[in-house]
């Protein structure tokens, strides 16, 4: 019997541990290195977030934008996986080598990376100067 009860919670621990792994697997962050940094844009410094369906559930993107380039970029997709996880780390890093929104979807994840682009582009358009003013 005490075999039993400790099998039991041997594998209670497993699946704990499996738990919290799943839910953080599925985010990527990163920020921008010195030379992708090019002071050229005009955006009101602070951190934006927005979110887009994605292929399995919502994507959300945190980005972080200095007065002239976007900083930090941290992008959540909890129900995305296998494909939709490399599209989102690709796309991650090719937002912040572009400091723009303007990428191409990784091929064979096109809603995950539809979703990252347009929450992506919802961030910098939160963030920017109005050219009016």
């Avoid at 738990?19 to 290195?33: D, I, L, M, T």
């Avoid at 796309?91 to 572009?98: F, G, H, P, T």
Wanted: glycine share 8%.
């Amino acid at each position: 019997m005490r075999i039993i009860h400790k099998t039991a919670g041997l594998l209670l621990a497993v699946l704990f541990l499996l738990s919290g792994c799943a839910s953080s697997k599925n985010v990527y962050q990163r920020s921008a290195s010195e030379d992708q940094l090019q002071g050229t844009g005009y955006f009101i410094a602070g951190e934006y977030k927005a979110s887009a369906w994605g292929f399995a559930g919502t994507v959300t993107v945190e980005a972080q934008f200095s007065e002239t380039d976007i900083i930090r970029l941290r992008i959540e997709g909890p129900e995305e996986s296998g494909k939709g996880n490399r599209a989102i780390r690709k796309l991650c890093d090719r937002i912040l080598e572009r400091q723009s929104p303007e990428v191409d979807a990784v091929s064979g994840a096109t809603m995950t990376s539809n979703a990252v682009i347009k929450a992506a582009k919802s961030c910098f358009n939160q963030a920017e100067v109005n050219s009016q003013n």
